[in-house]
């Protein structure tokens, strides 16, 4: 797993790696009641329709993910949901941000919530007639102007 690699050399030459953004599956939205799924329990606090984003991140990283949900709602109106929450719970930890949690550093994932909204996933229909390109286009705006803002900020205040 190249991320993996990554982290661990990251991690052995003391990189100062202020956190890490996954983006996994970010394409499907769907503005239908029932198009959104969850793990158990997840579906009492989260909407049915698949319309958002979601920042997902463990414990350790949460307050930089929070601060950055906080930055992506200033700057677009897309919708956007989070969590903080442990590993164990299906789809939190599988993607590359794993690999920076376990050497140490903050990271959280970004996504549409892949498998819990977009049956194609990982599949050989999962092709690009699939996605939803205004709303996708509308999201990684809005993920741009985070990360400039963030950027900015971070000049500013070193």
């Known amino acids: 797993m190249g991320s993996m690699v990554y982290a661990k ?16 599956t970010i394409g499907c939205y769907r ?3 029932g198009s959104q799924t969850y793990p158990p329990l997840l579906k009492y606090f989260y909407p049915d329709t698949g319309n958002f984003i979601t920042f997902v991140s463990n414990l ?3 307050r930089s993910m929070r601060d950055c949900v906080r ?16 590993a164990i719970v299906p789809g939190v930890s599988w993607s590359d941000h794993l690999a920076f949690w376990r050497h140490g ?31 996708f286009a509308e999201m990684t705006n809005g993920l741009f102007l985070m990360l400039s803002r963030l950027a900015n900020t971070e000049k500013r205040n070193p």
Do not use: C, W
Request: glycine share 2%.
């Open 31 to 33: 503005n239908q009641q």
């Open 60 to 62: 350790r990283s949460r």
């Open 9 to 24: 050399a990251a991690k052995e030459r003391g990189d100062p790696i202020r956190f890490m953004i996954s983006l996994e």
């Open 105 to 135: 550093y903050k990271a959280f994932m970004i996504t549409d919530t892949a498998f819990y909204r977009y049956p194609y996933y990982h599949t050989a229909q999962d092709t690009p007639d699939k996605l939803n390109y205004v709303p």
């Open 71 to 86: 930055v992506f709602a200033s700057v677009t109106d897309f919708p956007v949901q989070s969590i903080a929450t442990l």
